[in-house]
């Protein structure tokens, strides 16, 4: 039932009486409303702006969100009202889909904002008026087509497993993925003008032999012509059967329109060689030279241009047709008039229709050669009749073409654009992503710098250390946290990978360093001290930086980089108290390892191989840790 | 000969471009109409979940706390569903050094206990009960769920070995120790040498609550989360 007609059912209902007296059998009972609620004023708080209607209003259109019991989610029982955080002007055409029935399209909204919105409260954007309607398809449209941009690049680039195959097309079409189809892409280009160009000199006269006139060029230099012509004709055809093997799908791309013209290009001269002993067909034989011009169309897969311009003909098609259809019906009715106009002159050169058609044509194009001009008087103000009429009919269509090849021509543009600042911005990207990463390495040695103040009971450093993080902050962490302690690995930043990286490569043995051996006295409580013994540790340099402590805690090694630590200078002053200690550092590469105790958090929720014997509980950390000697330098 | 096998070739030219001209009035309206079918898209699939009431009842959530799932669930997706690219997203954002679509798949098909491709409200809000206020027994018995990809009962090396790649995905490349090729091999061996009792090659899931159920580590950290909402 048409929503908007609900507030007139009480009126259909109440003229249903006038079926009483008629009807011969009793009637359904009628549905009772168990809720008698009197119609009430909703208050609907959009991110500050109220909004107010009666809640009737919002049940018109029960499947959408506010029509809906969906709406109870946003209830906010201390102020009685529906706290929405979504854009308020954009709330107010939803709402005033509820008053009027009609949804209109804002112009300035940005049409993903209004899509989303138009999603979260449930409204199809398929009922939005008919005022409305054109614009927003149109939005619609140009939004998609630049998405399809956007995917199209992303389909560029390498998928990983690609066969012989794959390769050659994807290089065919793409010339920028490979050295080689970049040199492939450039011979054949050169090759083509070579073509062209021979084609074209073949025929300008070079040079007189004594007893005859000019002759062209392509007669006397037969021999070098048709070397050239063979060349370039064998280039062509196996750059053909190339296309042609490697095209997923054969028989698509023998009917494409590029295809056509590369068969049609070649075609001439295998014609030729098979035709040259018979005299009568030479004739067609020549005709068909004419076909060799096709070559110069092979140029669209190289120029981007030329691709536009077809693509725009292409979408202009209707508009081309009706000029043609107006300028044939223009054409006709103009040379039978002047035709009969110029009947009774004497030596006219409108001696038929058909001649008169080249007249009309000249004329409309304003053209005017002057081959052919009326004499009577009639004929001349037919003539010019016909040439003011042929400037409106050409110039009717034609900015509709230009519209169009604009319109393209500018959506190219901004392609290539955002292809070139696409690396831009995905490095853009990557570097916000490596703050996120580069936040929680940094929080990790704060909150282990934390464990070890709380030792040292200095409380201020501690929340100096603290304030920065947020809660979602801190949260986001614990679950990076867990995740280290699941995989008993620990997230370290590029730098140090891959100088870990180049360190493993130097070092020709395993060594394992003490800290293994010490760890083999521990009751290892995370997996991590067990797979460690199977890993050897890159840096076997980190000597006697440990704690023994005998099977009470865990042990975490980080590398800092000095770097990174300027930050923290002056908490760690306080740490720096056993300068003793910083001599045994073998200190390589402004590398510190530090020993510092772990947090005996519990493992990650995902149960692990081992779990064996548990991590003992907080408070012995202190007993244990004040009989130990936590050795930690700073450069 | 010359001139009549162009002539010929000109006369052809026009025929075939007045062909074009009809063929352009004549199939107008056509080619208009698929045109104009072609744009009308699907509308997005939209859901709504059921009224507050019923999910009060069902899950272990108070109003207050269904409220603030639904405002953000719905903030995120505002069609009321997620599918699986959305939610691979959304769950790679919190780890951005390494790759978590994989784990996210794993996830995905957890929560969608409907097997329909989309996560709704309720299956969200289901799975987050039992994980967030449900019993050991329930909490464990979902992780069963995760880890037994095809829901045939067993965990068999090949799942959990699966599984385990994906979860050192996540990690990306730049860990310290650096992670080697057999290392998510060694963890699911020691995984089935501590859970796989009666060493017949794959865990049940009595033998998976058992072996839990004695692991101190494992009953602690499943009350870890108890405070996220």
New interface residues.
């Given amino acids: 039932m048409a929503a908007g007609v609900a507030a007139w059912l009480p009126l259909a209902r109440a003229a249903a009486i006038g079926w009483m007296p008629v009807a011969n059998c009793p009637m359904p009972i009628a549905p009772r409303d168990h809720s008698k609620r009197q119609d009430e004023l909703i208050i609907l708080n959009v991110s500050g702006r109220r909004f107010q209607t009666w809640r009737t209003t919002l049940d018109r259109y029960p499947?959408t969100?506010l029509g809906?019991?969906?709406k109870?989610?946003?209830?906010n029982e201390e102020t009685k009202e529906y706290f929405f955080?979504r854009d308020p002007d954009a709330f107010r055409s939803v709402l005033n889909f509820y008053r009027t029935g009609k949804l209109h399209y804002p112009r300035y909204e940005c049409i993903s904002a209004y899509d989303?919105?138009l999603?979260?409260f449930?409204i199809?954007?398929?009922i939005i008026g008919d005022c409305c309607y054109e614009e927003y398809?149109d939005r619609k449209?140009e939004n998609a087509e630049r998405l399809m941009d956007d995917q199209e690049e992303n389909k560029d680039s390498k998928l990983p497993n690609m066969n012989f195959r794959e390769t050659m097309w994807r290089a065919f079409e793409n010339p920028h993925t490979s050295t080689m189809a970049l040199v492939f892409y450039y011979v054949t280009g050169f090759f083509i003008a070579v073509s062209v160009i021979t084609n074209v000199v073949e025929t300008v006269p070079c040079g007189s032999t004594p007893n005859q006139k000019d002759v062209p060029c392509g007669e006397r230099y037969t021999v070098a012509f048709f070397c050239m012509d063979t060349a370039c004709v064998m280039i062509f055809t196996v750059e053909y059967l190339l296309r042609l093997f490697a095209a997923p799908s054969r028989y698509r791309f023998m009917r494409s329109v590029m295809s056509i013209i590369d068969v049609v290009a070649i075609l001439p001269y295998y014609i030729g060689l098979v035709m040259t002993n018979n005299e009568d067909v030479?004739?067609?034989f020549?005709?068909l030279r004419?076909f060799r011009v096709f070559r110069i169309f092979k140029f669209s897969r190289h120029s981007q241009g030329l691709r536009i311009l077809g693509y725009t003909l292409k979408s202009c098609?209707?508009e081309?047709?009706?000029l043609?259809?107006s300028l044939?019906m223009a054409i006709i009715i103009f040379a039978t008039v002047m035709f009969y106009a110029e009947k009774g002159s004497s030596s006219s050169k409108f001696t038929s229709i058909p001649a008169s058609f080249w007249y009309t044509i000249v004329t409309m194009t304003t053209l005017g050669y002057g081959d052919m001009v009326p004499k009577t008087i009639a004929g001349k103000i037919f003539g010019s009749i016909c040439s003011l009429s042929g400037v409106l009919v050409i110039a009717l269509p034609v900015p509709v073409i230009v519209s169009n090849f604009s319109r393209i021509y500018h959506q190219n543009q901004r392609a290539d654009k955002r292809r070139a600042q696409k690396k831009a911005r995905l490095a853009r990207i990557r570097i916000a992503?490596?703050c996120?990463?580069n936040a929680y390495l940094q929080r990790k040695r704060n909150g282990l710098l934390s464990e070890l103040l709380d030792l040292t009971t200095s409380e201020e450093e501690q929340q100096h250390l603290n304030k920065s993080t947020s809660l979602l902050e801190s949260q986001?962490h614990h679950?990076?946290h867990?995740?280290?302690k699941?995989?008993?690995?620990?997230?370290?930043?590029?730098q140090?990978?891959e100088q870990?990286?180049v360190e493993?490569a130097l070092q020709s043995y395993p060594s394992r360093s003490p800290s293994l051996s010490s760890q083999e006295g521990f009751t290892g409580?995370c997996?991590s001290c067990?797979?460690?013994k199977?890993?050897p540790?890159?840096n076997s340099s980190m000597s006697t930086t440990h704690t023994h402590t005998q099977g009470l805690q865990e042990l975490s090694a980080?590398?800092i980089q000095c770097a990174e630590q300027q930050g923290h200078s002056s908490s760690r002053s306080s740490l720096n108290m056993q300068p003793n200690e910083v001599g045994r550092f073998n200190c390589r590469e402004r590398q510190i390892t530090t020993a510092i105790i772990s947090i005996p958090s519990?493992?990650?929720?995902?149960?692990?191989?081992?779990?064996h014997g548990?991590?003992n509980p907080g408070p012995s950390i202190s007993t244990t840790a004040s009989s130990n000697i936590v050795k930690v330098s700073a450069l | 000969?010359?001139l009549?096998?162009?002539e010929m070739?000109a006369v052809l030219v026009v025929v075939v471009?007045?062909v074009?001209?009809l063929?352009?009035?004549g199939l107008?309206e056509a080619s208009y109409d698929d045109s104009v079918e072609d744009?009308?898209e699907l509308?997005?699939v939209?859901h709504?979940?059921e009224?507050?009431e019923k999910l009060e009842a069902q899950t272990r959530f108070s109003r207050k706390e269904?409220?603030i799932l639904?405002?953000g669930f719905?903030?995120e997706c505002?069609?009321?569903v997620v599918n699986e690219d959305t939610f691979k997203d959304i769950y790679s954002q919190?780890?951005?050094?390494g790759d978590a679509s994989t784990y996210a798949h794993f996830l995905f098909n957890a929560f969608d206990t409907d097997h329909n491709g989309s996560v709704s409200f309720e299956d969200f809000v289901m799975g987050l009960s039992i994980l967030l206020r449900g019993s050991v027994q329930e909490k464990l018995n979902w992780?069963f769920n995760l880890y037994d990809i095809n829901k045939d009962g067993y965990i068999t090396k090949e799942e959990m070995l699966d599984i385990m790649k994906a979860?050192?995905d996540?990690?990306?490349?730049?860990?310290?120790?650096?992670?080697?090729e057999e290392?998510p091999r060694?963890?699911?061996?020691?995984?089935f040498?501590?859970?796989d009792k009666n060493k017949d090659g794959v865990v049940t899931i009595d033998e998976f609550i058992d072996?839990?159920q004695n692991?101190?580590?494992?009953m602690?950290?499943?009350q870890?989360?108890e405070n996220v909402i």
């Avoid at chain 1, 109870?72 to 209830?75: G, H, K, W």
């Avoid at chain 1, 519990?602 to 779990?611: K, L, S």
């Avoid at chain 2, 919190?94 to 050094?97: D, L, Y």
Wanted: charged residues 20%; glycine residues 6%; hydrophobic residues 35%.
């Fill in positions: 499947d969100l809906s019991s969906e109870e989610f946003f209830y955080d989303e919105e999603a979260f449930g199809i954007p398929e398809k449209r030479s004739g067609a020549v005709t004419v098609a209707s081309l047709g009706f043609l259809f044939t992503k490596t996120s990463s986001h679950l990076l867990c995740l280290e699941t995989t008993a690995h620990e997230f370290i930043d590029e140090m990978f870990n990286c493993s409580t997996c067990r797979s460690r199977s890993i540790l890159p980080l590398h519990p493992p990650a929720p995902i149960p692990e191989g081992d779990g548990p991590p | 000969m010359n009549e096998g162009l070739i471009l007045f074009k001209v063929e352009q009035f107008l744009e009308l509308s997005a939209r709504r979940p009224g507050l269904l409220q639904y405002r719905k903030n505002p069609s009321g919190f780890f951005p050094q992780a979860i050192y996540m990690m990306g490349k730049c860990t310290y120790p650096i992670l080697k290392t060694q963890h699911v061996d020691m995984f040498q501590k859970m072996c839990c692991d101190e580590n494992i602690r950290s499943m870890l989360f």
